[in-house]
Each structure stands twice: as structure tokens, then as C-alpha cells.
């Protein structure tokens, strides 16, 4: 790569993910309708999380200066405790999991991410929090799919977890028609300036 094709931003949020044992749980669930439903562009498992703050596609400078802002603010935050439940959709493409547990502390960590950003001048917009892990989007046309399987994932209860890590993630969207990819650009433990 030369520094004509190189890329000048890069699409950011910052976000929580699940461990992985829950990830298999609610993939147990799940699994099923990989088969059933083959036409649904499918989340990669490793790729689940829950963002607290999608800051849009930013200029690759603005990115270093918020890893020591959010890293003293994941060391000075306890880890909500929190558990995957049920599903639903949004705009009948995309299919989610709920969250259940800590929602209050979720929701002031989210503020609390929100106003790091903002605090470093860096303008993205700020949605309303709704809690979920995105699982898969359907392709134009399929009205039924998501609401099916949003239906057989409506009971599911998964056990509960604390939150580990706060993660910077960046992502190749619309980089090409393949699938979305993420890789942690830095993650922090939570909590550990806590006694």
C-alpha cells in the first residue's frame, strides 16, 4: 500500500463485548437459523458487541488521542454485569439480542464515553443508547426472515456476565462489498483503579 491508496479515516465506536462463553450460549440459540435462513448476511461471532458510542468514519489523527481519555475512564468504571436476552428487530432488516442486568451503569458508561469524545472535539452523532448486540441484517427484499427468527430467539435467557473491557474498535465499512470486518484498534480493562 502506498500513500495514494492508503486509507485517511477509519469508521470508529467504542463498544463492550461479551465473553466468549456467552457468545457460544447465544450462538447455541442461534445456530439454527444459520440453515434456516441462509439468506441473512450473518455477524461473525467473534465480531458481536454492544456500542456505547459509533463515532462514524473519522480522520486516522483524531484516532490516537482518545485511547488515554478512555483508558482512565474504563480503569475508574466498575464493569456492569449484564446478560444477552431475547431479540427483536429494526426496521425489519436487522435482527438483535437485548440486554438485560446493569442497564443503569451501562447507560452512564455510555455517557460517560459519549462526553470523552466530545470533550476531545471530535463531532459524531449522538444517538439515544438502545441496548442490543446486532446479529444479522437481511437483504433487500426478505420481509420475513428477521421477524421469524427474532420470534424463535424471543424466550432466550442467557446467564449473566460482567463486562471485561472497554474496546476501541474500527471497521472496513463501505471499504468494498465484503463483509464487515472489526479489530480492536485498543482495549482497556475496566475497573482497575477501583479498590
Known amino acids: ?13 467504542v463498544a463492550l463485548a461479551p465473553p466468549d462463553d456467552a457468545k457460544e450460549e447465544l450462538l447455541g440459540e442461534v445456530r439454527p437459523a444459520y440453515a434456516t435462513h441462509p439468506g441473512m448476511r450473518w455477524n461473525r461471532v467473534e465480531d458481536w458487541h454492544i456500542t456505547l458510542a459509533f463515532l462514524g468514519e473519522l480522520p486516522t489523527e483524531t484516532v490516537p488521542p482518545l485511547r488515554g481519555p478512555l483508558a482512565d475512564l474504563a480503569a475508574r468504571r466498575r464493569p456492569p454485569r449484564l446478560a444477552l436476552r431475547g431479540s427483536g428487530t429494526f426496521d425489519d432488516r436487522v435482527l438483535w439480542t437485548g440486554l438485560d442486568g446493569d442497564l443503569d451503569d451501562l447507560r ?5 464515553v459519549r462526553t470523552v469524545v466530545a470533550d476531545l472535539g471530535i463531532v459524531f452523532e449522538d444517538r439515544p443508547l438502545r441496548p442490543h ?9 426478505d420481509l420475513a ?20 473491557r472497554l474496546h476501541l ?9 465484503g463483509p464487515i470486518r472489526y479489530r480492536d484498534i485498543e482495549a482497556w480493562p475496566l475497573g482497575r483503579a477501583l479498590p
Open 145 to 164: 426472515s428477521v421477524g421469524e427468527i427474532a420470534g424463535g430467539l424471543a424466550s432466550f435467557s442467557g446467564r449473566r456476565w460482567a463486562a471485561e
Open 169 to 177: 474498535v474500527g471497521s472496513n465499512a463501505a471499504r468494498g462489498d
Open 133 to 141: 448486540l446486532t446479529l444479522a441484517r437481511a437483504r433487500r427484499g
Open 1 to 13: 500500500m502506498n500513500e495514494r491508496t492508503r486509507p485517511t479515516g477509519i469508521r470508529v465506536f
Open 108 to 112: 452512564a458508561l455510555a455517557a460517560d
